[in-house]
């Protein structure tokens, strides 16, 4: 049990530093705004570094006959279908289900019965006691395998530790993954291509792009988190440090809670008191408020403006995106409209921060 709480901890505190190393990705001047951001006189809270003439990395990316082979290898593993059978032999990586019942000389001991509920495990990765699961290889599917095992010394509960046990195992399905064969076939039932080679040669192309978009994507942020580095916060506006800070902690109390933690947990882990907690949260919020205010300077001094139809076009992208036919569609799943989930806010600062990059890279020097 305490080796649970110790991985969930874990994964708690990574995903947090996760987030904020994520700062401006996750939220998305001289002059104030029309658009009600930031609607004030930057001037007076950033002083920005030069952001023209700044040195640009090429695009330099390829793909190879290796990786043509794994994306169309990941699709058809994608396009399997899955047959459950009661017959066969289990093997290692197989998807069983079973049912069990363990027993220490000769008595049911609590937690180790399945109760006829029916277990879904894949063989070698299911996390039982050592010989449980190899135990199983080689059997038939449709069997019962009696396993005569030991729980491990240093086993969570005392009661069982050290044990010898016996566990009744009742192996009831097993499932076939059937992997369509790479031909003409499959390639014309997936795609509009006529040929193996035109197949390959589109999902060339994909994979081209996508290494591109992802090329392009880190080489912007690093040139952005310099720009952001070299330029300098005079002060914070109090009502958008103050919702930062508030939104902030709110997400880590959410998600803390997700892992079965209060936010005191949560200060435990990190070993810090409510002012550090404080500090951390407000050293935060500084970041992502010193980024909004170098994005609104920049694009209010260049003249950018959002317009209705790019803010309509956002929230069509951001529709499509999550796999939705309409803005019905949507709100019928999260029961919120794009705006009340993303807010307007974080929508609009994404496409000024399109817009501010496309400048930055069209005005800067390809080394």
């Not at 110790?6 to 700062?23: D, E, G, H, Q, Y």
């Not at 001289?30 to 952001?51: H, Q, R, T």
């Not at 029916?118 to 199983?136: K, M, R, W």
């Amino acid at each position: 049990m305490e080796e649970n709480k110790f991985m969930r901890k874990k994964i708690l505190v990574s995903l947090l530093a996760l987030c904020t190393l994520m700062v401006f990705c996750l939220t998305g001047c001289g002059k104030s705004g029309s658009d009600g951001i930031y609607d004030y006189d930057l001037s007076n809270y950033i002083v920005p570094a030069n952001y023209t003439g700044i040195q640009i990395s090429p695009i330099d990316v390829s793909v190879t006959a290796d990786d043509i082979k794994a994306e169309i290898d990941s699709r058809r593993e994608a396009a399997a279908e899955t047959e459950t059978v009661t017959t066969g032999t289990v093997a290692s990586g197989d998807a069983i289900n079973i049912d069990y019942v363990g027993t220490i000389d000769g008595e049911e001991f609590a937690g180790g019965n399945s109760q006829n509920k029916g277990v879904d495990i894949i063989v070698g990765s299911a996390g039982y006691i050592d010989g449980f699961e190899a135990g199983l290889v080689g059997a038939q599917v449709g069997s019962t395998v009696v396993l005569d095992l030991r729980f491990p010394d240093n086993y969570g509960s005392t009661d069982l530790a050290g044990k010898d046990c016996q566990f009744t195992v009742t192996i009831h399905t097993k499932e076939l993954k059937h992997i369509p064969d790479y031909d003409l076939d499959w390639v014309k039932s997936v795609s509009s291509c006529e040929s193996l080679n035109d197949y390959e040669a589109t999902v060339y192309d994909e994979l081209l792009k996508d290494a591109t978009e992802k090329a392009e994507h880190d080489r912007n942020n690093a040139i952005w988190q310099q720009l952001v580095e070299k330029s300098d916060a005079l002060d914070y506006p109090a009502k958008e440090l103050k919702e930062e800070m508030e939104r902030y902690r709110q997400y880590i109390s959410n998600y803390a809670s997700q892992f079965g933690y209060t936010l005191n947990d949560y200060m435990s882990i990190m070993g810090m008191d409510e002012a550090k907690l404080n500090e951390e949260i407000e050293n935060y919020a500084k970041e992502v408020v010193k980024n909004e205010m170098l994005l609104f300077y920049i694009a209010r001094e260049q003249g950018m403006t959002v317009s209705d139809e790019e803010y309509s076009k956002a929230i069509d992208d951001i529709i499509k995106e999550q796999g939705f036919e309409s803005e019905q569609e949507f709100e019928n799943q999260y029961k919120m409209t794009v705006e009340e989930l993303y807010s307007k806010k974080y929508i609009i600062t994404d496409i000024y921060l399109e817009k501010v990059m496309d400048y930055i890279i069209e005005n800067g020097k390809i080394q």
